[in-house]
């Protein structure tokens, strides 16, 4: 990729009203510079060739400078990932507007992204999602597991979207999609159950995300705000993609006046779920319809709707299982023969409208409705008869439990979200934006959940008092709920050059409200970001601001148990929100290296956590106390690499150090969440000689989750889960390529763009990650923990097609 960047922000900018008293002799040449797109290309270089005089464009795309009046007047564009143009200007006098078109570069890969290299002063990163469904990943090419590799963020379940953003639980995180606040199921416990994520990744036009210090626009959690804005398609388009776990199809057309994106999945992983320890009839079908519409009704008006409908059904009948575990001196064998079966649904269905009105040229107004409902049920029947023996070098070395157990479930959760939202933006001038919204969503709930376990142990119920018979575990719940939310917000957001550099300013305001608890909550954020003129492969950039974590039902669920154990939920209706304040400071360094684009990113945060629910993980499943009981802290560093390793292909490599804690009953013990270290890794690359071959490789090793014992609490004790380690691999091959700039097909070739065939290996190293444990207890009351490993090695062959 060629290309130059000079990064010299001119006082000639500032100045240029003074030249046209110059008179005759001065020309002030301005305009705008965009992309292929007619997006704003940011950072450009304009100079005047055989002269010292240029400048850059701002976020914007716009540039202005003036020069001496010349017979002819050589004017240079550039920008790093864009082709250099020259224009010249014959006889130009007085005031000249000259606007740009670059291309971007085009080498042996006909497309080079060069989004990640862009500056970043704000909270908000952008994120490429181009090349997703080309990525190994066992979830099917889901944003959230590029999401994972990025620095701070974790995720230890392939076969889930959850992820955690510098300590926190995925519920503390917010995911939008047009603007729209969107949730996922309540009663999902394990990633088999889960299945496709709420985001298509087939209509994924582009992808922000913010590991913390968000502005006040986006709403009360306390972690991270993933954006998502669906592509509006120009013209007919479609994507046609089949692997052994599943489908999908994407349509889209688009024109003037109305645009339309429809994307059909359908996803069923039993070959995945088989390399499981157990064994049996595993049968999940996992589909989901999307649709994105947009009618520019007027040059004022457009009108849009957002529609999606998941149908997620789980059912399973265990056979059998043998697990064995320990190390190669210590080494136990858990065996189990099941009967029974598991039933799980979960159907959602969401849509939102939207209208927008342009009132002026510096003022745009939106209004949107949305509706979110959920229907799940969790029921199963399964009982077991089990054996831990102590293994030998050649056979069975002794018996250290043996038993039965029952566990029944009957879980039904009906939700509703019904919301109405106004928001404004108003653009003071070039340089100054003001943003506030206003919004009410009412909820409404109902929870009917029944579950319990039965347990004995060599004819010995448990637990055992020898008088009653008791269950290990009896929990009942049975609630309905209506509440109403309100919120407003109001942000100012100025870009301001100065001779010392260019600066970016966002100072915000939240103010929310809750019914069920009635709190009002107030948020001031704030976000600096600065481009040092004498150093301007520089950037720097700090945000700090109070936020609010507002509880969403499973947070104020509050086990009360009586004498026998037996566990009744309450609504905690004196609730408040968990509270946490963000400290962070960060900066990026671009440069060249190879003669190829790189940046080195780093960020320090420190967040004061108080008024903290504590809760408990099991595989995906999070139980709170339900109380306002604990305070703590987390608090660390995040380092990435970007770049092309190879030119063209974009990788990188992320690196983090964190520490969270909580004070829990007075004793201060790690958060669920807490992990001393992280390692992600993105790498692709190409034959230099054969371009259409690609590998993709993604790489995760992070520390392990500290872990307890059923129905306890970490301040009785805890212990460390291994580190999860995994890389998957991927190849593509392109049997049919892109056109290039001037090249053609005849018959019915001409009809597609691309036609890529695709082989992965997940779990490469075939490693055995813990997601949860497992707990048999003995007569003695002595308990011992059974891993319940993850998915081990698995091959995938997919084709997609490209019209």
């Excluded at 006040?216 to 991270?224: F, H, I, L, T």
């Excluded at 849509?351 to 049920?377: H, I, K, P």
């Excluded at 690196?655 to 007075?666: A, R």
């Excluded at 090249?743 to 070739?749: I, Q, V």
Aim: net charge neutral; aromatic share 12%; proline share 4%.
């Amino acid at each position: 990729m060629q290309g130059r960047s000079h990064r010299h922000i001119s006082l000639l900018f500032f100045l240029s009203p003074l030249f046209a008293l110059i008179g005759y002799s001065q020309v002030k040449i301005h305009g705008k510079i965009t992309d292929a797109q007619g997006e704003p290309v940011e950072f450009a270089t304009v100079r005047i060739a055989g002269t010292a005089i240029g400048t850059t464009s701002g976020l914007e795309g716009d540039y202005s400078l003036s020069c001496p009046a010349s017979d002819t007047i050589t004017i240079h564009f550039s920008c790093i990932g864009f082709r250099e143009e020259t224009r010249r200007l014959i006889d130009a006098s007085g005031d000249v507007t000259l606007n740009m078109r670059l291309q971007l570069t085009t080498e042996m890969l006909q497309q080079v992204e060069v989004t990640e290299l862009k500056k970043q002063t704000g909270s908000i990163a952008t994120i490429d999602a181009s090349e997703l469904r080309k990525n190994p990943d066992a979830s099917g090419g889901s944003v959230e597991s590029l999401i994972t590799t990025m620095a701070g963020v974790t995720g230890s379940n392939e076969m889930s979207s959850q992820y955690s953003v510098r300590g926190g639980s995925y519920d503390e995180n917010s995911v939008y999609i047009n603007g729209i606040e969107v949730y996922r199921p309540l009663l999902v416990s394990s990633g088999q159950q889960e299945g496709l994520s709420i985001i298509n990744p087939d209509l994924v036009g582009a992808i922000g995300f913010s590991t913390g210090g968000f502005p006040a626009e986006y709403g009360d959690k306390m972690s991270s705000v993933l954006d998502i804005t669906y592509r509006q398609p120009e013209s007919f388009e479609g994507s046609l993609s089949a692997s052994l776990m599943g489908a999908s199809l994407s349509i889209g057309q688009g024109s003037k006046k109305f645009s339309q994106l429809h994307g059909i999945r359908y996803k069923r992983n039993s070959s995945l779920l088989s390399s499981m320890d157990t064994k049996g009839e595993y049968d999940p079908t996992f589909f989901d319809y999307q649709t994105s519409l947009n009618w520019q009704l007027s040059p004022k008006f457009k009108l849009s709707f957002l529609g999606n409908i998941a149908l997620n059904n789980y059912k399973f009948t265990p056979q059998n299982r043998t697990t064995t575990f320990g190390t190669s001196m210590d080494a136990k064998q858990f065996t189990v023969y099941f009967d029974g079966h598991e039933k799980d649904r979960f159907d959602t269905y969401f849509g939102a409208v939207s209208l927008d009105y342009r009132a002026s040229r510096s003022t745009n107004l939106g209004l949107v409705a949305s509706a979110y409902l959920t229907d799940e049920l969790v029921a199963y029947d399964i009982s077991g008869e089990y054996w831990l023996d102590q293994a030998g070098d050649s056979n069975v070395g002794g018996e250290l439990g043996v038993g039965r157990y029952h566990e029944h479930a009957r879980n039904r959760l009906k939700a509703s979200v019904l919301s109405l939202a106004f928001k404004g933006q108003t653009a003071i001038n070039q340089r100054h934006t003001l943003t506030y919204g206003l919004s009410v969503q009412g909820e409404n709930i109902m929870d009917r959940s029944r579950e319990w376990e039965l347990r004995d142990s060599a004819g010995f119920s448990l637990p055992s008092d020898g008088i009653n018979l008791r269950m290990i575990y009896n929990l009942d719940s049975h609630h309905d709920l209506s509440s109403t939310r309100l919120a407003a917000f109001a942000q100012d957001a100025w870009k301001i050059n100065t001779s010392a550099g260019f600066l970016t300013l966002n100072a915000g305001l939240r103010l929310s409200y809750w019914s069920f608890n009635k709190e009002l909550l107030l948020s001031p954020r704030m976000t600096v970001g600065f481009i040092p003129e004498k150093y301007p492969s520089w950037a720097l950039r700090f945000a700090t601001g109070l936020y609010y974590q507002s509880p969403f039902y499973k947070e104020y669920r509050m086990p009360v148990s009586d004498k026998n154990g037996n566990q009744t939920i309450n609504l905690n209706s004196d609730i408040k929100s968990q509270r946490s304040f963000h400290l962070i400071a960060g900066t990026d360094y671009t440069f060249r290296a190879l003669n190829r684009p790189f940046k080195l990113s780093g960020e320090i945060y420190y967040k004061a956590l108080s008024d903290l629910v504590p809760y408990e993980i099991d595989n995906l499943k999070i139980v709170y106390s339900g109380l306002n009981e604990s305070s703590g802290y987390a608090t660390g560093i995040d380092l990435k690499l970007f770049g092309q390793f190879v030119p063209g292909s974009d990788s990188w490599v992320s690196f983090s150090l964190m520490k969270t804690s909580e004070t829990l009953h007075g004793v201060k013990v790690p958060r669920p969440t807490d992990r001393g270290y992280s390692l992600g890794l993105f790498f692709t690359d190409y034959f230099p000689k054969f371009p259409k071959l690609k590998f993709a490789l993604r790489g995760i090793f992070m520390d392990g989750l500290p872990a307890t014992a059923p129905r306890s609490t970490r301040d009785k004790g805890y212990f460390r889960m291994p580190p999860y380690k995994r890389v998957d691999i991927g190849l593509s091959y392109a049997l049919l390529s892109p056109l290039k700039e001037g090249e053609s097909r005849s018959g019915f070739a001409r009809h597609l763009k691309s036609v890529w065939l695709g082989f992965d290996v997940f779990n490469l190293l075939d490693i055995s990650n813990v997601a949860s444990y497992y707990w048999v207890t003995d007569v003695n009351d002595i308990q011992y923990a059974v891993p319940n490993y993850l998915t081990r090695r698995q091959l995938n062959v997919r084709l997609t097609v490209d019209f």
